[in-house]
């Protein structure tokens, strides 16, 4: 039996089969869950991508920008399912000027951005999947380390360290629920979101050689992982936390 055998999990962030997100969808299938997944601008893409799943699942639209995908997604949602065991918030944009160490000269209006779909987002899904969560469950999301400042990550690490504090609040406004928030902040993986950021070489080169455990930049396994762990039963007391998938590079000083 898998571990998350009969469990309904959205996933959200599907783009390429190199999204992280991909990996959470293909394994949660491969562990006994049913999945639906949601996708962002154009979903014939998103939908070809899905069909190399195990299972095709259905894919509703969502741009985590737009009221009205947000305040209809339970119902989309449950003409699917009957109700989620588990939300997975895969999601990160930010424009070019906020990365590539442009940092004192980013206009406001592209912050906002950054922040409106990386970081606010992540309260605004959860929101939107309450109704579908009345028998509790977990929600997951996808960090990058945001406890220093990055070379190039620039605003980007501004959003993130936004969605490490908005994951605690959660935890906390949603625990009375049954609910679980915790985040898995993973180390640099070759996603279309990575290969956005200027600079994104800086980290490719020093990440491997800095990990006490090594560090595989193709290799979206281990940080999904971590994901269907913190969506089954297996951490049933754990809410707030972040779990570092990086190789070990967090603990490592120098
Ligand atoms: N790749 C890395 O190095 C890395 C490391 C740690 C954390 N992360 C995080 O993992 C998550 C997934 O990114 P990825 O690396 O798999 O890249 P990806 O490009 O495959 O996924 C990013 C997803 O965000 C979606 N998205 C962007 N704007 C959206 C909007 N307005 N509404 C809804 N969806 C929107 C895109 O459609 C895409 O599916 C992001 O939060 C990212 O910051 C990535």
Same mark, same amino acid.
Request: glycine share 12%; charged share 20%; hydrophobic share 45%.
């Given at each position: 039996?898998?571990?998350?055998?009969?469990?309904?999990?959205?996933?959200?962030?599907?783009?390429?089969?190199?999204?992280?997100?991909?990996?959470?969808?293909?394994?949660?299938?491969?562990?006994?869950?049913?999945?639906?997944?949601?996708?962002?601008?154009?979903?014939?893409?998103?939908?070809?991508?899905?069909?190399?799943?195990?299972?095709?699942?259905?894919?509703?639209?969502?741009?985590?920008?737009?009221?009205?995908?947000?305040?209809?997604?339970?119902?989309?949602?449950?003409?699917?399912?009957?109700?989620?065991?588990?939300?997975?918030?895969?999601?990160?944009?930010?424009?070019?000027?906020?990365?590539?160490?442009?940092?004192?000269?980013?206009?406001?209006?592209?912050?906002?951005?950054?922040?409106?779909?990386?970081?606010?987002?992540?309260?605004?899904?959860?929101?939107?999947?309450?109704?579908?969560?009345?028998?509790?469950?977990?929600?997951?999301?996808?960090?990058?380390? &945001?406890?220093?400042? $990055?070379?190039?990550? #620039?605003?980007?690490?501004? @959003? %993130? +360290?936004? /969605?490490?504090?908005? *994951?605690?609040?959660?935890?906390?406004?949603?625990?009375?629920?049954?609910?679980?928030?915790?985040?898995?902040?993973?180390?640099?993986?070759?996603?279309?979101?990575?290969?956005?950021?200027?600079?994104?070489?800086?980290?490719?080169?020093?990440?491997?050689?800095? &990990?006490?455990?090594? $560090?595989?930049?193709? #290799?979206?396994?281990?940080? @999904? %992982? +971590?994901? /269907?762990?913190?969506? *089954?039963?297996?951490?049933?007391?754990?809410?707030?936390?972040?779990?570092?998938?990086?190789?070990?590079?967090?603990?490592?000083?120098?």
């Amino acid at each position: 039996m898998g571990i998350l055998e009969g469990k309904r999990i959205l996933v959200t962030g599907v783009l390429t089969e190199s999204s992280i997100a991909f990996s959470v969808a293909k394994m949660a299938q491969e562990e006994g869950a049913q999945v639906v997944l949601t996708g962002f601008g154009r979903l014939s893409l998103v939908e070809r991508i899905a069909k190399r799943l195990p299972e095709p699942p259905p894919v509703i639209e969502l741009d985590v920008q737009n009221t009205e995908h947000l305040d209809s997604l339970a119902d989309r949602v449950g003409e699917h399912v009957g109700g989620l065991d588990g939300v997975v918030h895969s999601i990160g944009f930010a424009p070019q000027s906020c990365l590539g160490g442009n940092f004192l000269n980013t206009p406001w209006e592209d912050v906002a951005t950054a922040l409106h779909v990386s970081t606010y987002s992540f309260k605004a899904l959860a929101q939107a999947c309450l109704p579908l969560m009345k028998e509790g469950g977990a929600i997951v999301g996808l960090d990058f380390d &945001a406890s220093k400042a $990055w070379p190039v990550y #620039d605003w980007m690490g501004v @959003a %993130k +360290a936004g /969605l490490e504090s908005c *994951s605690r609040y959660l935890a906390r406004d949603l625990g009375g629920h049954g609910i679980r928030v915790n985040l898995v902040a993973a180390g640099p993986l070759r996603t279309m979101a990575a290969k956005s950021i200027p600079g994104f070489t800086e980290f490719e080169d020093s990440w491997p050689g800095k &990990a006490p455990l090594g $560090w595989d930049l193709g #290799d979206t396994v281990p940080a @999904a %992982k +971590a994901c /269907l762990a913190l969506l *089954s039963d297996w951490f049933p007391a754990t809410t707030g936390e972040i779990v570092h998938v990086d190789g070990g590079v967090h603990a490592i000083g120098g």
